[in-house]
């Protein structure tokens, strides 16, 4: 199950693990990605707080958490390349794995339809 927050991030709940990154349209709409600022692990943010930086050839923009959660791993592929978030960010461009502290607050995010009506 995938579901986007209105910050253009997703969080995929997987059998053994739940991720997080930034969607294809915030990819789009930031350009080529050359850095990340990532949070460090074993922190908390709250639903929407900012939880890193990723900084393209354009512009520099917030990554917002899309659920309370704690931060339980990095992607350090994606440290080491960042051009991942470019080729694949909803996938092997994930940014976190974390661990949700509320899990309900994923069924007030939008499912893929709703996310693709509203970044348009």
Same mark, same amino acid.
Request: proline share 3%.
């Given at each position: 199950?995938?579901?986007?927050?209105?910050?253009?991030?997703?969080?995929?709940?997987?059998?053994?693990?739940?991720?997080?990154?930034?969607?294809?349209?915030?990819?789009?709409?930031?350009?080529?990605?050359?850095?990340?600022?990532? *949070?460090?692990?074993? &922190?908390?943010? @709250?639903?929407?707080? #900012?939880?890193? %930086?990723? $900084?393209?050839?354009? !512009? *520099?923009?917030?990554? &917002?958490?899309? @659920?309370?959660?704690? #931060?339980?791993? %990095?992607? $350090?592929?994606?440290? !080491?390349?960042?051009?991942?978030?470019?080729?694949?960010?909803?996938?092997?461009?994930?940014?976190?794995?974390?661990?949700?502290?509320?899990?309900?607050?994923?069924?007030?995010?939008?499912?893929?339809?709703?996310?693709?009506?509203?970044?348009?």
């Amino acid at each position: 199950m995938i579901k986007y927050h209105v910050e253009h991030t997703w969080v995929r709940v997987d059998a053994d693990a739940t991720f997080v990154g930034i969607t294809k349209h915030a990819q789009d709409t930031l350009g080529d990605i050359v850095f990340i600022d990532f *949070a460090e692990t074993g &922190h908390a943010f @709250a639903q929407g707080g #900012v939880a890193g %930086v990723v $900084e393209s050839v354009k !512009a *520099a923009a917030d990554v &917002h958490m899309p @659920a309370t959660a704690t #931060v339980v791993d %990095v992607n $350090e592929a994606l440290r !080491a390349d960042p051009s991942l978030a470019n080729s694949d960010p909803e996938g092997a461009g994930w940014f976190y794995k974390v661990q949700l502290s509320h899990p309900t607050e994923l069924e007030a995010l939008m499912d893929a339809a709703a996310y693709q009506a509203f970044a348009g």
